[in-house]
């Protein structure tokens, strides 16, 4: 699924900024992805490389629910 060095390599990449953001929304993130219906969240990888992490959780659920 995902690696911790592709993981950690993805992070070094980003702005300043985004690794705040990644920091600050990835436990919460994690959290509100496991409380919906038991399901897993995405991992750390594809949180980094989709841009999830610039997303609020409620924006997300919404995305999801449209599909």
């Given at each position: 699924?995902?690696?911790?060095?592709?993981?950690?390599?993805?992070?070094?990449?980003?702005?300043?900024?985004?690794?705040?953001?990644?920091?600050?929304?990835?436990?919460?993130?994690?959290?509100?992805?496991?409380?919906?219906?038991?399901?897993?969240?995405?991992?750390?990888?594809?949180?980094?490389?989709?841009?999830?992490?610039?997303v609020?959780?409620?924006?997300?659920?919404?995305?999801?629910?449209?599909?």
């Amino acid at each position: 699924r995902s690696s911790k060095p592709n993981s950690f390599k993805l992070y070094k990449a980003l702005e300043k900024e985004d690794k705040e953001l990644v920091l600050k929304n990835w436990p919460t993130y994690q959290t509100e992805s496991i409380k919906d219906n038991g399901n897993y969240a995405k991992a750390l990888e594809r949180y980094i490389k989709h841009e999830t992490f610039k997303v609020s959780p409620k924006e997300e659920k919404v995305y999801k629910e449209a599909w």
